[in-house]
C-alpha cells in the first residue's frame, strides 16, 4: 500500500488567494483527520471524518477553514482567503477501524506571504 | 486536550536503551495508552499502544504502571535514526474519540 498520500507537497501563495490541499487515505481506512503543525502550537487537530462524514470539526480555527470528503478515498482542506498566519505543515492522516492507531501523510508545507 | 506530560527533552548514547517516561495520572479505565515519533519534517509514526498490559514489537516495548498512571516507552538499542520527537496519547478507542498530541519528548541519540 502506498499509505497516505498528500498533495501538493509544497504550496506557496499570496494572501487573499484559495488554497485547497488533497489528502487520499489508505483504502480501506474509514476514520480520515486533517492536523495543522506549527512550532508555536504544535500537532493540532482540525477535523476528523468517519465514513465520510465529518464528526468533529471543532478545531478548524474559523470560517475561511472548510473541509470535504466526498468519497471514502479523497478529501480535501481548503483556506479561502488565506492568510499569513495560515503558514504551517498540514498533515492528513488515517485510521481503520478500532485501534492500530493513525497513519500519516507527508504533509504540505503551506506559506502564505 | 492531551492528557499526558513528558519531559522536554532526552539525551542517549547510540546502542544504550533509550527510556522515554509519561504521565497520565488522570487517564480513565478504557482509555489506551499510545506512542508516536516524529522524525524531522516527516509525518508522525505510529510506535505502539496498550491498554494495562506491557506490549512490545519490532520497534519498542511499552511499559505501564500497574495503577496505569504512567507508562515508559523502551527503544532497547538506540541508533541515530530514532533521534525524533515522541508523542504519548491517551485515548478511547472508537468512532469519535481523537488523538489529541502533546508537545511530546525531542530524543537526541549520540554517537
Known amino acids: 500500500d502506498a499509505g497516505v498520500i498528500q498533495s501538493p507537497r509544497h504550496e506557496v501563495t499570496e494572501m487573499g488567494q484559495e488554497v485547497t490541499l488533497r489528502c487520499k487515505p489508505i483504502s480501506g481506512h474509514n476514520s480520515l483527520f486533517w492536523y495543522r503543525q506549527t512550532m508555536m502550537r504544535g500537532l493540532e487537530l482540525l477535523i476528523y471524518f468517519n465514513n465520510n462524514v465529518p464528526i468533529d470539526d471543532s478545531g478548524m480555527p474559523e470560517d475561511r477553514f472548510s473541509a470535504k470528503m466526498p468519497n471514502a478515498s479523497f478529501s480535501t482542506l481548503k483556506i479561502q482567503p488565506s492568510e499569513p498566519r495560515d503558514s504551517a505543515v498540514y498533515f492528513c492522516a488515517s485510521s481503520p477501524t478500532g485501534g492500530r492507531g493513525l497513519f500519516f501523510g507527508s504533509g504540505t508545507q503551506l506559506s502564505v506571504l | 486536550d492531551a492528557k499526558t506530560t513528558q519531559p522536554p527533552s532526552m539525551d542517549c548514547a547510540e546502542g544504550r536503551a533509550a527510556n522515554l517516561p509519561c504521565n497520565h495520572s488522570t487517564i480513565s479505565g478504557n482509555e489506551y495508552v499510545y506512542w508516536y515519533r516524529q522524525i524531522h519534517s516527516q509525518g508522525p509514526q505510529y510506535i505502539i499502544h496498550?491498554?494495562?498490559n506491557n506490549e512490545t514489537n519490532e520497534m519498542a516495548s511499552l511499559i505501564i504502571t500497574e495503577d496505569r498512571k504512567s507508562s515508559t516507552l523502551i527503544l532497547p538499542h538506540a541508533t541515530l535514526r530514532d533521534t525524533a520527537v515522541y508523542y504519548c496519547i491517551v485515548r478511547v478507542v472508537g468512532v469519535g474519540n481523537q488523538f489529541y498530541f502533546g508537545t511530546g519528548t525531542s530524543l537526541t541519540v549520540i554517537p
Open positions: 496498550g491498554l494495562k
